[in-house]
């Protein structure tokens, strides 16, 4: 099993340009998430969903957007690329109906916006 | 606010034993949760607590008193693969994930 996968894992950006970050899992979770890891701070929630065709937003969401067209794939947007918006980004997968809920984490795509 | 707090970084021996402590303070809660994460790499779910007492996993142990708002994480048999970072979250009353900052344990041989 790949587990959960994401593409792509580096890439470079000039300030006002677009992207977007997919992610897959394989493991038919329902739960699904993106966080964004920052030096000196804890993972912070941009947007997660918890079923097909739903998406909700987490504590940081501004800038991005999110879809979930295929219960496998979970896409983050960037419409206009910031510097403020350099990081490490984590799409997390989790089962809802498991013991303990713990987040299956892809590994990770490193974002830097000139 | 919702706040959880660990050391920033912690340096121990190989063959020693560490604790990595965890204090929270949330709206509610449904469970701890500790990760490691390699630099790097992804997170990866080492134990979780929902009740108080000790959860045991190898040479891995995670405590939780709920009164106190208190964790604790504790290695034992150090190895210099443990060198890494170890994530404390709390899923709050929306069941939420809340994470701290992470700890950075450096083993030292």
């Known amino acids: 099993n790949a587990g959960v996968t994401q593409t792509p894992k580096f890439r470079v950006l000039k300030t006002g340009q677009s992207m977007t970050l997919l992610c897959a899992q394989d493991m038919n979770h329902e739960y699904m998430y993106w966080y964004r890891q920052d030096p000196g701070m804890g993972l912070r929630l941009i947007h997660y969903s918890v079923g097909e065709g739903t998406t909700a937003k987490g504590e940081v969401p501004d800038g991005y957007n999110v879809s979930r067209l295929k219960k496998q794939n979970f896409l983050l947007g960037l419409e206009s690329a910031a510097p403020s918006q350099t990081s490490v980004y984590f799409c997390?997968?989790?089962?809802?109906?498991?013991?303990?809920?713990?987040?299956?984490f892809g590994e990770g795509s490193r974002l830097t916006v000139l | 606010g919702q706040n959880i707090d660990q050391p920033t970084e912690m340096t121990a021996t190989e063959g020693a034993i560490v604790q990595i402590n965890c204090t929270y303070q949330t709206s509610g809660f449904n469970g701890l949760f500790w990760y490691q994460q390699h630099a790097g790499e992804a997170p990866t779910f080492l134990s979780y607590n929902v009740l108080d007492g000790l959860e045991e996993k190898g040479r891995f142990s995670s405590f939780l008193s709920r009164s106190k708002g208190y964790s604790y994480l504790l290695l034992k048999e150090l190895q210099m693969k443990d060198s890494a970072s170890y994530l404390c979250?709390?899923?709050?009353?929306?069941?939420?994930?809340?994470w701290g900052a992470g700890t950075k344990l450096i083993i030292k041989p």
């Open positions: 979250a709390v899923k709050d009353s929306n069941y939420q994930l809340i």
């Open positions: 997390a997968s989790s089962h809802i109906g498991g013991d303990t809920g713990e987040l299956f």
